[in-house]
Nanobody
Framework: QVQLVESGGGLVQAGGSLRVSCAAS????????MGWFRQAPGKEREFVAA????????YYADSVKGRFIISRDNAKNTVYLQMNSLKPEDTAVYYC?????????WGQGTQVTVSS
């Protein structure tokens, strides 16, 4: 059973930075594309960023492009999301996810709150 455990969320002032992590286990992490999503109160979950397994290509939602950086450490089975120049509208629960065997697996999420 795939396991994804996020950490590193917290409260930060607007303009600040935060890095969230996602530790993966129970599957061959290095072979899968990993993604970050977020869900704000009263809104649908939305895509934030993704990173491929083979060449490390990255993809970002327009709303975070230029401010967020996704990276991965295959030796540690961990994917990171470095969030810079944070805005109050970035406040959400952040989830990592992996698509495997026709299913999408989610972590439990980590809360990021940006105060104005």
């Amino acid at each position: 059973q795939v396991q994804l455990v996020e950490s590193g969320g917290g409260l930060v002032q607007a303009g600040g930075s935060l890095r969230v992590s996602c530790a993966a286990s129970k599957f061959t992490f290095s072979l899968y594309r990993m993604g970050w999503f977020r869900q704000a109160p009263g809104k649908e979950r939305e895509f934030v960023a993704a990173i491929t397994w083979s060449d490390g290509n990255t993809y970002y939602a327009d709303s975070v492009k230029g401010r967020f950086i996704i990276s991965r450490d295959n030796a540690k089975n961990t994917v990171y999301l470095q969030m810079n120049s944070l805005k109050p509208e970035d406040t959400a629960v952040y989830y990592c996810a992996v698509d495997r065997t026709s299913s999408r697996y989610w972590g439990q999420g980590t809360q990021v709150t940006v105060s104005s």
